[in-house]
């Protein structure tokens, strides 16, 4: 049997379409289709159901799975064995994260871990929405909300600080803010209300109802740009922020919020070496990071 078509297969039934496969295995979608029909002429079986919204495993292809994942193992072990390639990692995960966490925390650490395992592809979705690892939209998801049970390996990532902030020059352009009250006639920059991804993000309900906004945006990443050039007041999440030297806390006392990032993966990939090696890198970057991430820093 043909282990190329094996492989289109692994990759298929975890993307769940044609394009998404085909992006993994770096071909065109028409390629993993071929490869697919010819598997299965070969073993003379459907092991896709096609559907609208891409290919369902059959009950064949449910069976055939955990074969086909075991001998990926088996392969990676002997690779990483072999004279000359110590420690090789290959293939692609895809990690879904928010926006900013992904661009800012990750993103510098994926890259290098990528360089050092040539053989390996990161693709890093940093979106401003779920990522869902039900729908196999990745095989890695950090997110704001605890994963629901199912066969998921799951981790509490870490927690993390938001607070409010603005720019040194709109400070110096407007009245003192010593007290939640002061906040009373000041201009926000915040999240779309009906489009917040998550209810973890409903940050300014709890301390202000704002009268009036300079910009609301689905991207936190476009919320900090626009605090820095002095448009208003937003809640930013300290990795962010505390980078900045012209953004200054605002009511550092009271306005500060503590948030969590989880980390899933599907149970029937934490044997796949490398999956477990991103895994890893993940949790260490964060724990490099932790001081950033908590707004460890005096208040000065």
Not at 65 to 92: C, D, I, K, R
Not at 210 to 233: D, F, K, M, N, V
Request: charged share 25%; net charge neutral; with cysteine.
């Amino acid at each position: 049997m043909d282990w190329d078509n094996l492989r289109y297969f692994l990759e298929l039934a975890r993307a769940g379409t044609l394009v998404g496969a085909a992006r993994r295995l770096a071909v065109d979608h028409t390629t993993v289709a071929r490869r697919i029909q010819a598997l299965e002429k070969q073993m003379d079986v459907a092991l896709f159901a096609r559907e609208a919204g891409g290919h369902r495993l059959t009950e064949a292809g449910r069976q055939l799975l955990p074969q086909v994942e075991a001998m990926e193992s088996a392969f990676q072990s002997v690779q990483s064995a072999a004279p000359g390639t110590p420690g090789a990692l290959s293939g692609v995960v895809r990690i879904g994260t928010p926006e900013g966490f992904g661009t800012v925390v990750l993103a510098p650490h994926l890259a290098q871990f990528a360089l050092a395992h040539p053989g390996l592809v990161i693709d890093l979705l940093a979106l401003p929405r779920l990522v869902h690892l039900s729908r196999r939209e990745a095989d890695i998801v950090v997110s704001l909300e605890r994963p629901e049970r199912g066969p998921v390996v799951a981790i509490r990532l870490t927690d993390y600080v938001l607070q409010l902030y603005a720019a040194r020059s709109y400070l110096q352009a407007h009245a003192p803010i010593t007290a939640r009250e002061d906040l009373r006639g000041h201009t926000f920059i915040s999240y779309i209300d009906d489009l917040l991804f998550s209810k973890e993000l409903q940050l300014l309900g709890e301390l202000h109802r704002p009268e009036h906004y300079a910009l609301r945006s689905t991207s936190i990443l476009a919320q900090y740009e626009a605090t820095r050039c002095g448009a208003g007041l937003a809640v930013l999440p300290a990795f962010i922020a505390e980078r900045d030297p012209d953004l200054v806390r605002v009511l550092p006392g009271v306005a500060r919020f503590t948030r969590t990032f989880w980390m899933s993966m599907p149970e029937e990939s934490r044997h796949l070496a490398r999956m477990q090696a991103t895994w890893t890198l993940v949790r260490e970057a964060v724990d490099r990071q932790k001081d950033l991430l908590l707004s460890h820093k005096s208040e000065g």
